[in-house]
């Protein structure tokens, strides 16, 4: 043993370390081969473990967050295409295995969430940067900080960074039942908005009302636009967050108060809209992508939505629960479902 380990690199004797720790230097992880269908992703069980090199950390992953960009990059359509093969996911939660060279502010054994990964989340471990990488407050499990990553950042990133909201503004909320949507309520909610929701079902709307929304709406009703209109009054929203442009956004544009603002965060295809619309009250479309944050304002997103931990207003609410073995049934889920009922996650 000693023989062999003075022939080794140093990042060699840590995988060694860890690899005499785990017991093994294989692991399970759901690989993407080509891109495609829910059906390209794969459980492998003999992926070799991942190795932190300087300023990385080595996750034990108890839960990963499932997103619906992750289903657009897996079928090629999404303008990141990452080099195949590769294995998804960026929000997990776990424990900390191992950390590499450099890194003092977490040990062996910290519970944790991610909002990225290096080698991808859906699988027993994996590599993170030791900066996109948070405690996780005993105030919440395993599966609530895999909720966190993408949904809150973006949701903050949406109404703060980019939609400029103020207190005693009204937010609306298009698709406020899922991951992303009850982020948005909740700090909308603590900033002092006035917040209204829709979502699809009647479940999904009480989730919502749980969660920080006034008003919620059912947007399976035909007349549910007139209904906001007629809660809003002539003032109109001021910020609306926009889960799937590209079924509501003509419509965004008729319900905002001069000055207001659509955020969009999902679309699934094109619209046809009036660009004399945003004329008449010098409203915006904005796009939002938490891939175009800026290490600084994602500081400022991590500073926020810790504090809205401590305070405890920020509750992520668990919806679908998926063994990695169904992956691909979460990934068809995510898509096609009725309406969403909280985050989906994987358990690993």
């Known amino acids: 043993?000693?023989?062999?380990?003075?022939?080794?690199?140093?990042?060699?004797?840590?995988?060694?370390?860890?690899?005499?720790?785990?017991?093994?230097?294989?692991?399970?992880?759901?690989?993407?081969?080509?891109?495609?269908?829910?059906?390209?992703?794969?459980?492998?069980?003999?992926?070799?473990?991942?190795?932190p090199k300087e300023n990385q950390v080595l996750i034990k992953?108890?839960?990963?967050?499932?997103?619906?960009?992750?289903?657009?990059?897996?079928?090629?359509?999404?303008?990141?295409?990452?080099?195949?093969?590769?294995?998804?996911?960026?929000?997990?939660?776990?424990v900390i295995e191992a950390v590499g060279e450099h890194v003092t502010v977490f040990k062996?054994?910290?519970?944790?969430?991610a909002n990225d990964t290096i080698s991808g989340g859906y699988a027993d471990y994996t590599v993170a940067a030791a900066d996109t990488v948070f405690p996780l407050s005993d105030k919440l499990d395993f599966k609530q900080g895999a909720a966190i990553g993408i949904p809150y950042f973006t949701a903050f990133r949406?109404?703060?960074?980019?939609?400029?909201?103020?207190?005693?503004?009204?937010?609306?909320?298009?698709?406020?039942?899922?991951?992303?949507?009850?982020?948005?309520?909740?700090?909308?909610?603590?900033?002092?908005?006035?917040v209204l929701g829709t979502a699809g079902t009647e479940e999904g709307m009480n989730i919502v009302l749980r969660n920080g929304a006034h008003k919620m709406f059912n947007h399976r009703e035909a007349d549910y636009v007139d209904k906001i209109k007629e809660f809003s009054g002539v003032q109109g929203v001021d910020v609306i967050i926009e889960m799937l442009a590209n079924v509501n956004l003509a419509t965004d544009l008729q319900l905002l108060s001069p000055g207001g603002r659509v955020m969009i965060v999902g679309?699934?295809?094109?619209?046809?809209?009036?660009?004399?619309?945003?004329?008449?009250?010098?409203?915006?479309?904005?796009?939002?992508s938490l891939f175009c944050?800026?290490?600084?304002?994602?500081?400022?997103?991590?500073?926020?939505?810790?504090?809205?931990i401590e305070a405890g207003w920020l509750k992520p609410v668990v919806g679908p629960e998926y063994p990695l073995e169904k992956v691909a049934k979460a990934h068809e889920h995510i898509i096609n479902s009725r309406g969403a009922l909280g985050k989906m996650v994987l358990l690993i």
């Open 61 to 94: 992953v108890h839960a990963c967050g499932v997103n619906p960009v992750e289903t657009y990059i897996r079928s090629g359509t999404h303008a990141r295409k990452p080099a195949l093969p590769y294995t998804p996911g960026t929000d997990v939660a776990g």
């Open 1 to 51: 043993g000693a023989v062999r380990a003075a022939l080794l690199l140093p990042e060699e004797v840590e995988l060694e370390e860890i690899t005499m720790a785990t017991g093994r230097n294989v692991m399970r992880a759901v690989r993407v081969s080509e891109f495609g269908g829910p059906e390209v992703l794969k459980l492998l069980s003999d992926v070799l473990l991942p190795n």
């Open 158 to 194: 949406a109404l703060f960074q980019k939609g400029h909201a103020k207190a005693g503004e009204t937010v609306l909320v298009h698709g406020a039942s899922g991951g992303v949507g009850i982020a948005a309520c909740q700090i909308a909610r603590a900033y002092g908005l006035k």
């Open 108 to 113: 062996k054994g910290d519970r944790i969430f």
């Open 267 to 288: 679309s699934r295809g094109p619209i046809e809209i009036n660009p004399r619309d945003t004329m008449m009250k010098e409203s915006s479309i904005i796009g939002v």
């Open 293 to 308: 944050a800026t290490k600084k304002l994602m500081h400022e997103c991590e500073t926020a939505l810790l504090a809205g």
